[in-house]
């Protein structure tokens, strides 16, 4: 039926395709499996055999796994959810920890309800969708919320001290300062330079005024001892006052921990909307992400081995294949600093022919195009994961390379740029 609603929805989509910004499409039929080598399944958990029995096993002993009661809030604690809270506060050495339903629900919960009236929020530029809706929610003035440049102390530096010099409550330690970093970013893999980032807020800011927050969310199951993360990799567990693990990446389930202190803790429970107003985690979720855990525990220091390996191999191999292709075309994203990612940014002209060719060649790549990503930084994601092999890696590098190969020969006879327009 035509309606305002579906005028003014049709509008705004054909806007979007104009721009060349793709409408995304959930239905498309999934390419044949060619091998993992987009998600975020790290550890390649979700087809590991062990964690399949483990989780089976745990699960025929309940009587209860179906569904979930409803709002935790309402429904209160069931046995699970207290066993794994107390799991992670094990797990990860911390004093306080409290379960969401997901990451989203978990950064929005705590930007939207920690920052009081008179505080202030300084965050890295590229931080996740979450963190912003969080921030948007949150009681701080607008001009009290301040980006600073991805992973740069210079610019970390300046906003503190902007900060610090124009509200006096901040030095005088009557109220926060929140900081707020990834510790390996979604899109780029790149790490936080943390060490820096905690050196420069200890230098700056008054301890009663500073509170870090971690989005762990792509560390977790990939740097630290079993996985715990790059925070405590570093042993930073007490510089940092709230960290975040979801469990819908390297842990190959879905939910999410907030680790912090008990008095946090209640006061989420209490004001968070998105923990009190949603349904709580199913307990077979919460089985499932149990069990991975003990998964990690056993086997995790193998598996991280066996990634970082194979993250180092596909590195290699793409840095050799992609020699002889001009970098305009395609490129690997040049990181900084160790350590290795699983995440690997491969910068393409072409984004959306190049997720088009790899979809028939019966890999799953999603095009990442601006506004997704900055203008001139477009790309394919691609996650190296532990369960896969060389052969699968090798192929996948000679497979890209080619189109980037064709695709240039086509570009220098002038049906290159064609050929990319007609993919937009
Ligand atoms: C950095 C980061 N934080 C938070 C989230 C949200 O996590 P979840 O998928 O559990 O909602 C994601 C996932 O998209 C993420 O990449």
Same mark, same amino acid.
């Given at each position: 039926?035509?309606?305002?609603?579906?005028?003014?929805?049709?509008? /705004?989509?054909?806007?979007?395709?104009?721009?060349?910004?793709?409408?995304?499409?959930?239905?498309?039929?999934?390419?044949?499996?060619?091998?993992?080598?987009?998600?975020?399944?790290?550890?390649?958990?979700?087809?590991?055999?062990?964690?399949?029995?483990?989780?089976?096993?745990?699960?025929?002993?309940?009587?209860?796994?179906?569904?979930?009661?409803?709002?935790?809030?309402?429904?209160?604690?069931?046995?699970?959810?207290?066993?794994?809270?107390?799991?992670?506060?094990?797990?990860?050495?911390?004093?306080?920890?409290?379960?969401?339903?997901?990451?989203?629900?978990?950064?929005?919960?705590?930007? =939207?309800?920690?920052?009081?009236?008179?505080?202030?929020?300084?965050?890295?530029?590229?931080?996740?969708?979450?963190?912003?809706?969080?921030?948007?929610?949150?009681?701080?003035?607008?001009?009290? $919320?301040?980006?600073?440049?991805?992973?740069?102390?210079?610019?970390?530096?300046?906003?503190?001290?902007?900060?610090?010099?124009?509200?006096?409550?901040?030095?005088?330690?009557?109220?926060?300062?929140?900081?707020?970093? !990834?510790?390996?970013?979604?899109?780029?893999?790149? /790490?936080?330079?943390?060490?820096?980032?905690?050196?420069?807020?200890?230098?700056?800011?008054?301890?009663?005024?500073?509170?870090?927050?971690?989005?762990?969310?792509?560390?977790?199951?990939?740097?630290?001892?079993?996985?715990?993360?790059? /925070?405590?990799?570093?042993?930073? !567990?007490?510089?940092?006052?709230?960290?975040?693990?979801?469990?819908?990446?390297?842990?190959?389930?879905?939910?999410?921990?907030?680790?912090?202190?008990?008095?946090? $803790?209640?006061?989420?429970?209490?004001?968070?909307?998105?923990?009190?107003?949603?349904?709580?985690?199913?307990?077979?979720?919460?089985?499932?992400?149990?069990?991975?855990?003990?998964?990690?525990?056993?086997?995790?220091?193998?598996?991280?081995?066996?990634?970082?390996?194979?993250?180092?191999?596909?590195?290699?191999?793409?840095?050799?294949?992609?020699?002889?292709?001009?970098?305009?075309?395609?490129?690997?994203?040049?990181?900084?600093?160790?350590?290795?990612?699983?995440?690997?940014?491969?910068?393409?002209?072409?984004?959306?022919?190049?997720?088009?060719?790899?979809?028939?060649?019966?890999?799953?790549?999603? =095009?990442?195009?601006?506004?997704?990503?900055? $203008?001139?930084? !477009?790309?394919?994601?691609?996650?190296?994961?532990?369960?896969?092999?060389?052969?699968?890696?090798?192929?996948? /590098? $000679?497979?890209?390379?080619?189109?980037?190969?064709?695709?240039?020969?086509?570009?220098?006879?002038?049906?290159?740029?064609?050929?990319?327009?007609?993919?937009?």
């Amino acid at each position: 039926m035509d309606t305002a609603l579906s005028r003014a929805l049709s509008r /705004v989509l054909s806007t979007r395709a104009s721009k060349a910004t793709p409408i995304i499409d959930l239905d498309k039929p999934h390419a044949p499996c060619s091998g993992d080598l987009f998600s975020n399944d790290y550890l390649s958990l979700t087809s590991n055999p062990g964690l399949k029995s483990h989780f089976l096993e745990t699960l025929s002993k309940q009587t209860n796994v179906l569904g979930s009661t409803g709002s935790r809030w309402i429904a209160g604690n069931s046995e699970w959810h207290v066993a794994l809270e107390q799991q992670m506060m094990r797990f990860f050495s911390a004093p306080a920890a409290l379960l969401y339903s997901s990451g989203f629900t978990a950064n929005l919960g705590i930007l =939207a309800t920690l920052p009081q009236a008179s505080d202030a929020i300084i965050f890295d530029e590229r931080i996740h969708a979450s963190c912003h809706a969080g921030m948007a929610l949150s009681r701080t003035l607008p001009a009290a $919320r301040i980006q600073f440049t991805h992973n740069s102390i210079h610019s970390l530096r300046k906003c503190l001290v902007s900060v610090l010099d124009s509200c006096p409550q901040f030095r005088s330690g009557t109220s926060t300062i929140f900081v707020v970093v !990834e510790s390996v970013h979604s899109m780029d893999g790149d /790490v936080a330079p943390l060490e820096e980032i905690i050196a420069t807020i200890d230098e700056l800011v008054p301890s009663q005024s500073a509170h870090l927050m971690v989005d762990e969310s792509h560390a977790t199951g990939v740097y630290g001892s079993a996985g715990r993360g790059l /925070v405590s990799l570093l042993g930073l !567990e007490s510089k940092v006052h709230t960290r975040l693990h979801t469990f819908g990446k390297g842990i190959g389930s879905s939910g999410a921990v907030v680790l912090t202190t008990p008095l946090t $803790r209640t006061y989420l429970i209490n004001y968070s909307r998105s923990l009190i107003f949603t349904t709580s985690a199913p307990i077979f979720s919460l089985i499932a992400t149990s069990c991975a855990f003990d998964v990690l525990e056993a086997n995790g220091d193998r598996l991280i081995a066996r990634l970082m390996h194979l993250c180092r191999f596909f590195a290699d191999a793409l840095a050799l294949h992609l020699r002889p292709i001009p970098s305009a075309v395609m490129s690997l994203m040049p990181r900084t600093t160790p350590p290795i990612s699983p995440i690997f940014p491969i910068l393409v002209c072409a984004p959306l022919a190049l997720e088009t060719y790899l979809r028939r060649e019966g890999y799953a790549a999603t =095009a990442m195009p601006h506004p997704v990503v900055p $203008r001139g930084k !477009e790309r394919i994601r691609v996650c190296v994961h532990a369960g896969n092999t060389e052969d699968e890696l090798l192929r996948f /590098v $000679r497979v890209l390379t080619l189109w980037a190969k064709n695709y240039t020969a086509e570009t220098q006879d002038g049906r290159g740029t064609a050929m990319h327009k007609s993919h937009l």
